[in-house]
């Protein structure tokens, strides 16, 4: 379980350090893992405010005899930020831009800042950090100097390496120094003996290093002693400092070189091959022509992706048919000469046989792709390759271990065909994509490294595979470093002469040998099993759960294999874009993050945090701030579903322990609803009375800063009766009317029928059997964790929708998190073809609207409203890709001017912005981008929002009135189609 801190020490870290102290065994078990197959317990966290927070955790660690490892965003692919001592994270607090010389293309930052954050603050200057990882939304500057991180276009920019100029950084024993070139004057130069001794040795081995080190752009690994020799004259000493992974010394500020943003005309060639050795050949080829980039792309990557919803436009966009293989080759020039390079591709594609067109077979070509939108869909597909192949739902995952090994670009072609052989010697198959223009593939073989049987076949492949790397004269670590993986292997690599210089750099700069051991110098084997994530004896015992997680292996009915689907890429930790994690984006801690979460819940099922601790406190405050956005569930490459996990957690602990008044009073809101409507003066009273809203909070825990929803009576007077008793004999649409629309935004289900009625629809409202009770999808159980509350009203639902949808008609809903229930959580309440066929049947009304569209049956007369809307996307209409047809609905009315709101969550998130605990977090979200968005807008602005809650929090945050989409139509019908259409606003009711 890790080294443990003496009290006394514990006191002193939480006197001294003025950022975060976490010696808890929850939080030290989220930082037991990075992105790769080992889990190390740390003895402790800090997360460290100040550079003065960094020296006084070294000094402590020192003091106390334990290790300190650094740590960004913790993406590491081979275990180089786990350790049993100390760790100290920057991405929190140390994440500042310091200072920016546009004219000489300058920065200097801190080494917490993502790269990601650190180019939105660059772009308006027309610069950028041009080291483009594809895990840029959440590498930290500092992690990419210990790793020598190269990204996509390092073809054209180099590695960051190249692109370091200078490092302040703090040495083992405390003393702080300013690595740079020697030839320039600078105030706190690093110790001159330690100065002296570095470049004596590179003169002394300097031969040794020309005759050893491969001679590819992507070697990344062992220490750069290539920059200590002449060749290198001025010495650079910041460029020992990179790719140290962090051993030799800890980055306080990092200078860095800065380069032109690429051209916006740029052009991307698709290139389609009939076979992966065909790609393969072919990639010397097109290097020749000088791209920025050549990524690859396999068959396999292209099948997995294919079947997550939020990559399968982007495939539909450009992929012909069902190639072998991609080869993406970008050119960034101007114009013309892209033009040009674009013309010489498909020649040279042509010359190799391939061409779409020129053949009968039509078995490859070239998708020329100019539109700068799809291109950096494409991108980002690449980029998630990693998450994609993790996507995989069977227990063995494609395992990082020869991942990236780097051989010249005329032996890929033999190399991939060779080590396609040792994985199938070995009963087992590769996944491939990435960086085909350095010879450089991720590749991955299938394994279960919970079985002694495939680590033993990991380890005879990595032997074989490594030995095959050196006869090419290529390099085993060509990106993603040496760490626990590859650092063992460095005397075959190397030779001895070499890692005996090796050791010389790690004693000259560390030698009580406590920044990160194990790393790049006296390494553990790398088959070490009591190092893995799944050490010998991990299990998990089964549990009845209330979901249904039979898609996924594994024990407690398959929710340890959904757990483990979260490989640590670290996806979720973006700041900007999409949706998730909104909390996270708040707190920047790493418990609020889905990656904190799901090691939280694989460690708790796994009993490695003690017994009962998926019961415990500790797991009910972990998965606090997720608000059940269901963005992982789309945005998360391996699908990791959190919102389903938490219901799931909160139903293991509502069986064992109950569950509280709060729970159970909002829980219980569709059953009270109806009473709670005819006291509703009675009930307004607890928002006018400061005395009622302060005991709600102490009985409750409503916070009394948050006005609650007003119970509404007039939904009955004035709709359902009509409606409900409507025999159709046209086309027909049942209308779910909602809790939340029922008996709060009755103006919604109104606007909404009168849309569907003057498009020809007749409308019968679902399920309101006379003296019955109204349908409800159980969102509100879901949410407390009473998923056999909830499994009752699906099986109820399901029964009373299966006759109308048997008859041809839709299931139309208003509310997103209510109809995307019955696509999604129904299925796995009850799963069978009954929910299945309700899921498939069930539309959002703008998703109705737009398929009949399409379909060119619907009649809508619109008239301009003569106002721009402002629209906000519910999360799980952006979880589900529903946000295209809410768009689109709007667009039906003539010359709306419409402008869409990048935001993530908006915070209320159901009954968590109501609770005291959590209002200030949900308040947070909503001003990270939308409240800011709303208070902007024209004054005549028409705000969407087609969410109760998002409504409400707009209402809140900017005292100005959201209405929903069917508000919005209602209000455009043409007067002679729909004389009783109401003003362009939201009712109110008394």
């Known amino acids: 379980m890790g080294e443990m801190i003496r009290p006394g020490l514990a006191r002193r870290l939480s006197r001294e350090i003025v950022g975060d102290v976490h010696l808890d065994r929850f939080t030290r078990g989220r930082y037991a893992t990075d992105a790769s197959i080992y889990q190390i317990m740390p003895a402790g966290v800090v997360v460290a405010k100040t550079t003065g927070d960094v020296a006084a955790a070294l000094d402590a660690a020192r003091e106390e005899g334990l290790a300190l490892t650094m740590r960004g965003g913790g993406t590491s692919q081979c275990g180089q930020t786990v350790t ?3 760790i100290v994270d920057t991405s929190k607090y140390l994440n500042r831009l310091l200072e920016l010389d546009v004219a000489g293309r300058r920065a200097l930052v801190e080494p917490g800042i993502v790269l990601d954050d650190l180019n939105r603050l660059l772009k308006p200057h027309g610069l950028w950090f041009p080291v483009d990882v594809s895990t840029a939304s959440r590498a930290t500057i500092g992690g990419m100097v210990g790793n020598n991180s190269c990204g996509a276009r390092s073809l054209r920019y180099g590695t960051t390496r190249d692109n370091v100029i200078a490092i302040d950084a703090i040495l083992a024993d405390g003393t702080v120094g300013h690595f740079g070139r020697l030839d320039q004057n600078a105030s706190g130069e690093p110790p001159r003996d330690l100065v002296a001794a570095m470049l004596a040795l590179g003169r002394r081995e300097a031969d040794e290093i020309a005759r050893r080190f491969p001679a590819v752009q992507r070697r990344v690994g062992g220490y750069n002693l290539d920059a200590l020799t002449p060749a290198f004259e001025p010495v650079n000493l910041a460029h020992l400092l990179v790719g140290s992974e962090g051993t030799l010394g800890i980055s306080t500020a990092i200078e860095i070189a800065l380069s032109p943003l690429p051209k916006p005309t740029r052009l991307l060639g698709a290139c389609h091959f009939p076979t992966f050795c065909a790609a393969m050949e072919a990639a010397q080829h097109l290097v020749a022509l000088k791209p920025t980039s050549v990524e690859l792309v396999d068959a396999t990557m292209i099948g997995l992706a294919r079947r997550i919803d939020m990559f399968v436009p982007t ?7 069902d190639p072998a293989a991609l080869l993406l080759v ?28 020129r053949g009968a077979a039509h078995e490859g070509g070239v998708v020329a792709v100019s539109d700068l939108k799809l291109q950096t869909a494409i991108a980002e597909l690449r980029a998630a390759g990693l998450n994609i192949m993790m996507s995989m739902k069977e227990e063995g995952k494609p395992v990082s271990f020869v991942e990236d090994c780097a051989v010249p670009l005329e032996h890929l072609a033999d190399y991939t065909d060779r080590l396609t052989a040792i994985f199938a010697k070995h009963g087992t198959r590769g996944t491939w994509y990435a960086h085909a223009s350095e010879g450089c593939l991720h590749v991955r073989p299938l394994l279960n490294i919970k079985l002694d049987k495939d680590v033993k076949a990991m380890r005879a492949i990595a032997e074989e595979a490594f030995a095959m790397v050196r006869e090419y004269k290529g390099s085993h670590s060509g990106e993603h470093g040496d760490g626990i993986v590859r650092s063992e292997f460095h005397a075959q690599m190397f030779g001895g002469r070499i890692v005996a210089a090796f050791e010389e750099v790690k004693a000259a700069f560390d030698p009580g040998n406590r920044l990160n051991p194990g790393k790049i110098v006296a390494a553990p084997k790398m088959d070490d099993r009591s190092l893995m994530r799944y050490p010998p004896g991990y299990a998990v015992e089964d549990l009845p759960t209330g979901f249904d997680w039979s898609a996924w292996p594994g024990s407690a009915g398959g929710l340890q294999g959904a757990v483990e689907m979260c490989n640590n890429n670290g996806a979720c930790r973006k700041s900007a874009g999409a949706v998730m994690c909104p909390s996270y984006r708040v707190t920047r801690n ?54 389903k996990m938490k219901s799931e957690v909160l139903y293991q602990r509502g069986r064992a322990k109950g569950y509280s008044l709060k729970d159970r009073l909002i829980a219980g809101l569709p059953r009270y609803a109806p009473f709670a409507a005819r006291f509703s003066g009675l009930v307004g009273l607890r928002d006018r009375i400061p005395a009622l809203a302060a005991l709600s909070e102490r009985l409750f825990g409503l916070s009394k800063r948050r006005s609650l929803p007003r119970f509404r009576r007039d939904w009955f007077r004035d709709v359902e009766g009509r409606v409900a008793g409507r025999r159709p004999e046209t086309k027909g649409v049942v209308l779910f009317a909602d809790t939340f629309g029922r008996w709060f935004d009755p103006e919604t289900l109104r606007a909404a029928v009168r849309v569907l009625e003057a498009a020809g629809y007749a409308v019968k409202i679902a399920g309101v059997p006379e003296g019955g009770r109204a349908l409800c999808c159980g969102r509100t159980y879901l949410a407390a964790g009473m998923l056999d509350r909830a499994k009752a009203e699906a099986e109820r639902t399901i029964a009373a929708l299966l006759p109308e949808i048997e008859r041809g008609w839709s299931i139309v809903g208003l509310e997103p998190s209510c109809i995307f229930t019955l696509r999604d959580e129904f299925l796995a309440l009850v799963p069978g073809a009954a929910a299945k066929q309700v899921a498939e049947h069930a539309l959002l009304f703008e998703e109705f609207l737009m398929r009949e569209d399409k379909a060119g049956r619907l009649a809508l007369k619109l008239r301009p409203i003569g106002r721009p809307a402002l629209l906000h996307g519910h999360c799980h209409q952006k979880a589900f890709g529903a946000m295209s047809a809410v768009e689109a609905a709007l667009r039906l009315i003539p010359d709306l001017e419409l402008s869409v709101v990048e935001s993530s969550c908006c915070g209320m998130a159901g009954a968590f912005g109501y609770d005291a605990a959590t209002i200030d977090v949900s308040m947070a979200m909503g001003e990270l981008s939308l409240l800011p968005a709303v208070r902007a807008a024209p004054a005549d602005a028409v705000i969407v929002a087609d969410g109760t809650s998002c409504r409400h929090q707009i209402d809140d945050g900017t005292k100005r009135q959201a209405i929903h989409v069917a508000q919005v139509l209602a209000a455009a019908l043409d007067p002679a189609a729909a004389p009783a259409t109401p003003p362009l606003r939201a009712e109110v009711s008394s």
Request: charged content about 25%; hydrophobic content about 40%; overall charge negative.
């Open 84 to 86: 049993s001592g100390l």
């Open 315 to 321: 495939l539909e966009a450009f992929v012909e048919g």
């Open 330 to 357: 970008e050119f960034a020039d101007e114009p013309d000469e892209n033009a040009a390079s674009m013309a010489a591709l498909e020649d040279v594609m042509g010359g190799l046989g391939y061409g779409f067109g």
């Open 590 to 643: 790493e418990r609020d993050v889905t990656r904190g979460r799901a090691n939280t819940l694989r460690l708790a099922l796994s009993g490695q945090l003690g017994k009962d601790a998926l019961l415990s406190d500790e797991m009910a405050e972990t998965l606090q701030l997720c608000v059940s956005c269901k963005a992982c569930r789309r945005e998360c490459p391996t699908g990791v579903d959190m919102a």
